[in-house]
């Protein structure tokens, strides 16, 4: 009896691991094939959210984000309104012969002094904004209530002309510059800062028009950053240029202003040499509480005091004519002020 039962519990032993091992691939079989679908709908954003951040293709507003972040706008405001109070502060005193760097003007000064000059360039970037949003919603009004039409076409030649003659005249204020190219302030630089512009905005329209990019995305993402490049440099320029101008507005209307500002009444020590005409030089006598103040000098103007120095002109002075007198603020001296009717 135990041979022939033997068999019988071999064999049901035997038939039930191989029902076991029979019906487990199927279950995960089934099981896969119910899931695949659903890993597969799952990873497809994904993959497009990793093709969107893949390294280097980053939008372009990404990079500029970025680049903002890192320099900071306080700091980044800071260092531009410091360079335009030095650019007019430089104009404005190298009217008078006086280099900038003999004031010893600090930080905070010229701080000050571009406050005066960065509301120019300001509005007027922000000016050209609105009129950039406005021509922008004028075109894409237009593509979109009459695509692929042949104005169009004609409105992308127009705009790629006139950035293509823009560029030219930059080119021509910036290697053939002279007196008739760079007269007019910032033709040259806000001409770089454009004539791009114009030129990837009609390739734009002409793309829209006809319903596909002429260029790839990369090649296209590289041309947006030359151009706001370029834009950035022009604008930084033409700034600049303003600056300087308005430091040397500054300067004749200091000249101008001469004879209303306080006379200066100087008692030295030491004989001044070459006085300007128009400063009168008195004697005084020795004897008295400050017998070592021996010169006075009366008609003097400030224009500076700055770095232990005092820079005087003369009420009438006149450009390449008269010139700036300075001495040092010290014991040496001793200064009045009278002020003009």
Not at 191 to 203: F, K, N, T, W
Not at 315 to 324: A, F, V
Request: net charge neutral.
């Amino acid at each position: 009896m135990t041979t022939t039962h033997e068999p019988a519990s071999e064999t049901a032993t035997g038939q039930e691991p191989a029902t076991k091992r029979g019906t487990a691939p199927d279950q995960e079989t089934a099981s896969a094939q119910e899931t695949a679908p659903r890993q597969e709908t799952a990873s497809a954003p994904e993959a497009a959210s990793a093709q969107e951040t893949a390294p280097g293709q980053e939008a372009v507003s990404a990079r500029v984000r970025q680049l903002a972040e890192a320099v900071g706008p306080t700091t980044l405001a800071t260092a531009l309104l410091i360079y335009f109070g030095y650019v007019a502060t430089r104009a404005r005193f190298d009217y008078f012969g006086i280099s900038l760097d003999m004031t010893g003007l600090s930080n905070q000064s010229l701080l000050l002094d571009g406050l005066e000059v960065v509301h120019v360039p300001a509005a007027l970037i922000c000016l050209g904004t609105l009129l950039v949003i406005a021509v922008h919603a004028t075109v894409s009004w237009q593509l979109a209530r009459r695509p692929g039409d042949t104005v169009n076409t004609f409105l992308a030649a127009g705009f790629t002309l006139v950035g293509l003659l823009l560029i030219g005249r930059a080119m021509i204020g910036i290697f053939l510059g002279d007196a008739d190219t760079s007269v007019v302030i910032g033709a040259t630089p806000l001409a770089l800062a454009s004539g791009p512009a114009m030129v990837a905005y009609g390739i734009h329209i002409h793309g829209k028009n006809r319903g596909r990019p002429l260029m790839s995305p990369r090649l296209a993402r590289n041309g947006v950053l030359s151009v706001l490049g370029l834009a950035v440099a022009g604008l930084f320029w033409a700034s600049t240029t303003v600056a300087w101008a308005y430091g040397t507005g500054r300067g004749e209307q200091d000249a101008h202003d001469l004879p209303k500002r306080a006379e200066v009444i100087l008692d030295m020590k030491e004989p001044l040499q070459d006085v300007p005409p128009g400063i009168t030089h008195i004697r005084l006598k020795t004897t008295g509480k400050d017998p070592s103040y021996a010169h006075r000098y009366r008609g003097f103007r400030l224009l500076l005091a700055s770095g232990g120095r005092l820079f005087l002109v003369n009420p009438e002075w006149k450009l390449g004519r008269d010139q700036t007198i300075v001495v040092p603020y010290d014991n040496g001296i001793r200064v009045q002020l009278i002020s003009q009717p």
